[in-house]
């Protein structure tokens, strides 16, 4: 593995991740495919697109079809056929949305399986196992996903659970694994003072990566903007910084600016989905009935599948009808707007103009730049 970083503006950084797989021009967005396929569209579709890593849930994956089933296929991308890197979240997230079904304990957590109700018992070390049995480039740590909102007493608790659960993963992970990458994951909640703590002790373990967890809980966007903005003068500089389960392309760029590499979300598949558009001006609603007959395509300056050979009236009466065909087109849409987004941030970091991007970025939406 390398992290190498090729030019830096402020904090945001261009750079190139290598993993055993393949090399991600970062910063990136990381197409979700939760359970080993990114809805509606191929892995074929998504190499046109331009993408060179998508991820994937340790904790679906386990529940059906199972990780030593794709194990056996040698791993999960021979089992989806594909051939970029893939990352895989550890599960402690989902395992946090369970609420009541589940029962956190100092060294595990018991949870009854939202499939067949059966009783599972899940320790830091069958979390990493079952991301080795995927095979996946890059592993999460398990961790404890704080609830928002949180006291400080609670936040403190639950980010010590994290901290154990890092260093029994990573005891782990180097016993097992020589080839695969394993990022931490700060949490914190919205406590500055807790997340500074967090990363202090996160990257006195050496891991191959930060993650930032905790930020897509239902917290205002504000707060993790400060949280960011707390963080950003203390990340290590020769490792990657990942926002998990961020965001909207506003967030995307602010992530940038406080120098975080990689993203995640299910954004722009499921609002595609849902007939909303992402275009430099904002969002285009399909279902509108203005749409119906025209001959435009959903975003007149992406050169997309899409709109290079479909008009907004014929995916709004697909759309209307049901049709899945809808939710592709929709879909490679939104992908393609998310990685030309980021293919643009790289551009402006080679060139030195990150910034000069970032205004033309919030001009084009009518919106005020944020100050940093």
């Known amino acids: 593995m390398s992290f190498k970083i090729l030019n830096e503006e402020g904090f945001a950084r261009r750079g190139v991740l290598t993993t055993k797989t393949s090399s991600i021009n970062t910063p990136v967005f990381m197409p979700v495919g939760t359970y080993g396929a990114v809805k509606g ?218 120098g975080i590499d990689m993203f995640d979300c299910v954004i722009p598949t499921r609002n595609g989905r849902n007939g909303y558009i992402y275009t430099e001006k904002g969002i285009l609603k399909i279902r509108n009935s203005e749409h119906k007959n025209s001959n435009k395509p959903l975003d007149e300056n992406c050169d997309c599948y899409t709109c290079r050979n479909f008009t907004r009236g014929y995916i709004h009466h697909l759309d209307r009808c049901n049709e899945m065909l809808a939710s592709t087109l929709m879909t490679i849409c939104n992908l393609s707007h998310f990685h030309k987004l980021m293919k643009n941030i790289r551009d402006s970091l080679e060139e030195n103009k990150f910034e000069e991007f970032v205004e033309y970025f919030y001009d084009m939406r009518s919106l005020k730049k944020p100050k940093l």
Not at 63 to 85: A, D, V
Not at 207 to 236: C, M, Y
């Open 41 to 258: 569209v191929t892995p074929d579709q998504l190499k046109d697109i331009g993408f060179e890593v998508i991820l994937g849930n340790a904790f679906h994956l386990e529940q059906r079809p199972g990780s030593k089933l794709i194990n056996e296929f040698n791993g999960l991308h021979k089992f989806m056929n594909w051939n970029g890197s893939i990352l895989t979240d550890s599960g402690g997230f989902q395992v946090w949305s369970l609420g009541d079904l589940r029962k956190v304990f100092d060294d595990r957590v018991e949870f009854k399986s939202p499939l067949d109700g059966k009783k599972i018992v899940m320790y830091p070390s069958d979390s990493i196992q079952i991301q080795l049995n995927l095979d996946a480039d890059i592993i999460m740590v398990f961790d404890d996903c704080t609830d928002y909102p949180s006291t400080l007493s609670e936040a403190k608790k639950s980010m010590e659970l994290t901290h154990r659960w890092a260093l029994e993963s990573k005891k782990y992970f180097d016993q097992h694994s020589k080839q695969h990458l394993l990022f931490g994951i700060v949490q914190g909640s919205e406590y500055p003072e807790l997340r500074l703590k967090s990363l202090e002790y996160l990257t006195s373990l050496n891991f191959d990566g930060i993650a930032i967890g905790g930020l897509s809980v239902g917290e205002p966007r504000e707060k993790k903007t400060k949280i960011l903005k707390t963080l950003a003068p203390q990340l290590p500089t020769h490792i990657p910084h990942y926002v998990m389960g961020v965001g909207t392309p506003e967030e995307l760029v602010e992530g940038v600016r406080y």
